[in-house]
């Protein structure tokens, strides 16, 4: 897992975004090498229980599906860590444990960063007017609690779609650049 420095690849875009009406900053790029695409990000924020920084990288295959997920959250003078990975049967594992709640999910999405909105958006490959429901693997932080979460894409137009989940409760317009990386994500993550 290379959480700790910048990875070596072909840079496809990059973004500095701000929370809306909250102290928090995330840098973000994608990469791209031979065979994979890899997201890496680093969130700095201000919690309940002082400054906290969140690391990580995703990586997929070719197909945009989802092969290793690694995230550091520092927070004072604690670190926790999380590794995922998908093998090639669709079988979802947590160091040696089996996640057998999770096979046959392709997508992961990181409740922190609009980052991972970006793997949906880039394997479902919508046209516009084209709507498509998905489920993922959802990271919840700060406790890195893992759940299904069932998620709607729809593309309302070259850059923009809207993402809903857990059946519409939640709802969002997202606008992406060129390589589908989110430029504004509602009202909550914008482009600084």
């Known amino acids: ?13 990059e973004a500095l975004w701000q929370k809306t009406g ?7 790029r994608l990469y791209r090498t ?5 997201l890496q990000g680093i969130l700095l ?3 309940g229980s ?4 969140i690391r990580y990288v995703v990586t997929c295959g070719e197909d945009w599906v989802t092969q290793d997920v690694g995230v550091i959250v520092v927070n004072g003078s604690s670190d926790r860590q999380l590794h995922l990975n998908r ?9 040696s444990e089996v996640l057998k709640e999770f096979e046959g999910l392709v997508d992961v999405d990181l409740q922190v960063t609009p980052a991972t909105n ?12 084209e709507s498509a429901e998905t489920d993922a693997l959802w990271v919840r932080f700060p406790e890195l609690a893992l759940e299904r979460l069932p998620q709607r894409y729809t593309r309302t137009g070259e850059f923009r779609y809207t993402y809903e989940s857990r059946g519409g409760a939640f709802r969002a317009e997202l606008e992406v ?14 482009r600084a």
Do not use: N
């Open 87 to 95: 093998d090639r049967s669709g079988a979802w594992h947590s160091d």
């Open 45 to 47: 924020a201000s919690s």
């Open 177 to 190: 650049d060129a390589q589908g990386l989110v430029v504004r994500y509602g009202d909550i993550w914008k």
């Open 50 to 53: 002082g400054p906290q920084q």
């Open 34 to 38: 031979p065979g994979l695409f890899v």
């Open 22 to 28: 909250q102290t928090s900053l995330e840098h973000c």
């Open 118 to 129: 970006t793997l949906p958006i880039r394997r479902l490959q919508l046209g516009v007017g």
């Open 1 to 13: 897992m290379q959480t700790e420095r910048p990875f070596h690849g072909d840079l496809l875009s």
